[in-house]
């Protein structure tokens, strides 16, 4: 049997899932730079590489990104600069592996530029800042896909420096699972130094301990990554969700966080697109459900909206963020129509011809929403 020991292994639906999503969203991600960056080169920063396949998949998230960054350049063209690829890797046999699968793939070798380097992430990030060219050293768009085996290795302070540069965006794997036992296991796992690097400083001693049942600091791991990720000057989106196999098991969560709300919005677009009725589902751990963008949960995120803000009047933007980080809307109007024929908001615009229950985008400049005192239970 393969396992994770080995050069390769076999995916899981989960993972295939995983780097299929990847993919599709970098699709995007490259041609929309492509088109609106000015020419400036685009960064991929894959942080723990892997050998580029599975016994399973021919195609890791290596290869994917390549993938997808010549699909963009076929329709962007010269629009976008150099598109530079980095794959770090610390593990010998993986990462020559890696390199013999970047060498079979075909692809726009004059523009996509692709950057093997063998090492931790962190002692990759390290070399990558002081190499020419580097992404540190210019405003180029970059996206880094964070995806270690386990609950070390990955640093909140890389974390914080790539989104600290204004066109970056991340997706992590956030081993929260791993992340609690080494909290339950105390001293005897070196609990407070691997915390202290997993969050970036000791502000989880004042919400996290070991007497907590794993389910819990399970959720409370992901709720305090995901504050200490807003608390970035200017991340202002930040998504977290589970993946689970088709048993409904839990694995681990991905957190996806960018400065603009394009990113989330085309993120989650990619996700609900994606077929979750086989082996593999995408989950809110807040809501009672199997799976994530169905119909039958659309309830629970109105309620949760409407006891958000209740009692308050708030812009459209206020409630657009808040549906886009917290639910699985992807635009606030999922949840303002059926609350405002409910009669349980109302809805004051500029806008002089806007119809009731509609939320187009000239009516949202200067709009305020109103919500009825006193949340109610979902």
Known sequence: MSSKTTTIWK???HTIAKVEMLGKYLRVWFEILGRTSGGRDLWYIDGFAGPGEYENYPNG???VAVKAADDALRVVGDRIGAVHCVFIEEKRDRFKHLQERLAREKYDASKIHCHTIRGT????MTRLRASTPSPFSSSAPTFGFLDPFGPEGLPFALVKELLSRPTCEVMINLDSDGVGRILKAGEWAKHIERLNETFGDSSWESELHAGMPLHIAIVKVVELYKRKLF????VRYCFSFEMRSGKNTFDYHLVFASQ????????KEVMKGMD???TYCFSDGNVSQTLLFTEADEPAYIERVANRFAGLEVSYEDVNDFALNETGFIRAKQALTPLEKAGRI???TPCSDRKRFTYPDRAILGMKISFEEGPRNA
Request: proline share 11%.
């Open 11 to 13: 995916a899981e639906p």
């Open 61 to 63: 998230s290596p290869v």
């Open 121 to 124: 992430f962190v002692d990759g």
């Open 231 to 234: 608390g970035l000057p200017g």
């Open 260 to 267: 603009h709300k394009l990113g989330l919005e085309k993120m």
């Open 276 to 278: 979750q009725t086989g």
């Open 346 to 348: 109302k809805v004051s």
